[in-house]
């Protein structure tokens, strides 16, 4: 089965961390260029992350840049996203997906299917 899952999120105080997971399936998870994505209520989604095939090439949104660590592991087929000093701006659902870069903006290019469910993260102040 062809899909991506979230999960990891939950309620934390601000300028406290968690780490998110992605579990890919159903696709050869090592050969996609993945990311991080967020979207808070109202908003439209956002790109946070991405991290090349072999993890050696990250790129971060300049707001989550120091804080926000995207790793992978293929030997698992999971992504994941280290999340430190949060604040309460960073309170979003949290989606994985494969990435593509088109000029100087990130776009999911849906290898793993439609999006997962994501992961809901809250950041109290």
């Known amino acids: 089965q062809v899909q991506l899952v979230e999960s990891g999120g939950g309620l934390v105080q601000a300028g406290g961390s968690l780490r998110l997971s992605c579990a890919a399936s159903?696709?050869?998870?090592?050969?996609?260029?993945m990311g991080w994505f967020r979207q808070a209520p109202g908003k439209e989604r956002e790109f946070v992350a991405a991290i090349n095939w072999s993890g050696e090439t990250k790129y971060y949104a300049d707001s989550v840049k120091g804080r926000f660590t995207i790793s992978r592991d293929n030997t698992k087929n999971t992504l994941y996203l280290q999340m430190n000093s949060l604040k309460p701006e960073d309170t979003a659902v949290y989606y994985c997906n494969s990435v593509g870069r088109y000029g100087s903006s990130w776009s999911s290019t849906n290898a793993f299917g439609s999006w997962g469910q994501g992961t809901q993260v809250t950041v109290s102040s």
């Open positions: 159903g696709r050869t998870f090592s050969i996609y260029t």
